[in-house]
């Protein structure tokens, strides 16, 4: 099992900037991605940006140019800096990992609101 705790969600007004983290810990293997996610009310969960193990990174076509995900291996944890912030990115984010060596398993994190209004 793999356990992963978000933090740094909150309220942003429009235009500002947020830094969400997320810290795994248990079953982890040193091949592996990590991302997060999001889900809008009466939205389905999609794609924000992910990373492998080597670093390489994958972007939501929204966040592009706004967004930066990063990771220390050694201390396995993940960032997301989110600028320029909308009120389409409010949203339950949550932070995924998925092993891919060992027991291949996908796990999830309970996720952390992130409310951009003025």
């Known amino acids: 099992q793999v356990q992963l705790v978000e933090s740094g969600g909150g309220l942003v007004q429009p235009g500002g900037s947020l830094r969400l983290s997320c810290a795994a810990s248990g079953r982890i293997f040193s091949l592996n991605i990590m991302g997060w996610y999001r889900q809008a009310p009466g939205k389905q969960r999609e794609l924000v940006a992910t990373?492998?193990?080597?670093?390489?990174?994958n972007y939501g076509d929204s966040v592009k140019g706004r967004f930066t995900i990063s990771r220390d291996n050694a201390k396995n944890t993940m960032a997301l800096q989110m600028n320029s912030l909308k009120p389409e990115d409010t949203a339950v984010y949550y932070c995924s990992y998925v092993n891919l060596i060992g027991d291949g398993g996908t796990y999830w994190g309970k996720g952390t609101l992130v409310t951009v209004s003025s």
């Open positions: 990373s492998t193990s080597g670093s390489v990174t």
